[in-house]
């Protein structure tokens, strides 16, 4: 059975103090992992897909990378507008489906 | 901006009623889901349609059904609505020849009394 854990469950950051967020899983053939940004009450916005072990992938402050077993988003000196849930998910093979972690939540602090 | 539209933005149920949720996708976007989430959780995979089919479905009971049409759009009902329906309900689309990735819109926020 497909398995997403996202750690921490919540991260408060000074503003330009760079972390990273973690996301661990267990999927037969992952099919890609995937991050997107949620912010309160609204629909999850798509930021990356990685699909093998050594992949990067950069935006803005954000850059995710992904191993066998885990993946990270890692984030250079946030800003308040950075604050937001981050959620991560899989895709298996034969799935149509999304598997999703329950998310960081992420507070930038001016 | 993700194409990705649902109405309404809210709804108050009582327990045992029914109601039909309205998602309209993108033009050329032939796949979409839909989605649970409950407040402080992922979202949950409920069902997917392809072409106006279902062809994937998530550990939701029967009386979570769905439409889709050929224009892009789509519904889902719940039949006798019960207390722990009360969640944000995502639809989701994508294109079937494009990435697997899939692209949500807003959400219709449902509370059930």
């Known amino acids: 059975e497909d398995q997403v854990t996202q750690s921490p469950e919540a991260l408060r950051l000074q503003e330009g103090e760079s972390s990273s967020l973690n996301c661990s899983y267990t999927v037969s053939g992952l099919r890609g992992l995937f991050w997107y940004r949620q912010d309160p009450g609204k629909g999850p916005e798509f930021l990356f897909t990685?699909?093998?072990a050594g992949e990067e992938k950069e935006k803005e402050r954000l850059k995710a990378t992904l191993t066998k077993k885990e993946s990270f988003l890692h984030i250079t000196a946030p800003k308040p507008e950075d604050s937001a849930t981050y959620l991560c998910a899989v895709k298996s093979p034969g799935a149509n489906n999304l598997f999703f972690g329950t998310g960081t939540r992420l507070t930038v602090i001016p | 901006e993700t194409g990705v539209t649902q109405s309404p933005t809210h709804l108050i149920k009582t327990r045992g009623q029914q109601v039909t949720l309205r998602c309209s996708s993108q033009?050329?976007?032939?796949?979409v889901s839909w989605y649970q989430q409950a407040l402080g959780q992922g979202p949950q995979f409920i069902f997917q349609?392809?072409?106006?089919?279902?062809?994937g479905r998530g550990n939701f009971p029967p009386r979570f059904s769905g439409l889709q049409f050929p224009n892009y759009s789509s519904e889902l009902n719940v039949n006798a609505l019960e207390l722990d329906d009360s969640a944000l309900y995502l639809c989701a689309s994508r294109h079937s020849a494009g990435g697997s990735e899939q692209y949500f819109g807003p959400g219709t926020r449902l509370t059930v009394t």
């Open positions: 349609y392809y072409r106006e089919e279902e062809n």
């Open positions: 033009s050329g976007h032939n796949t």
């Open positions: 990685l699909y093998s």
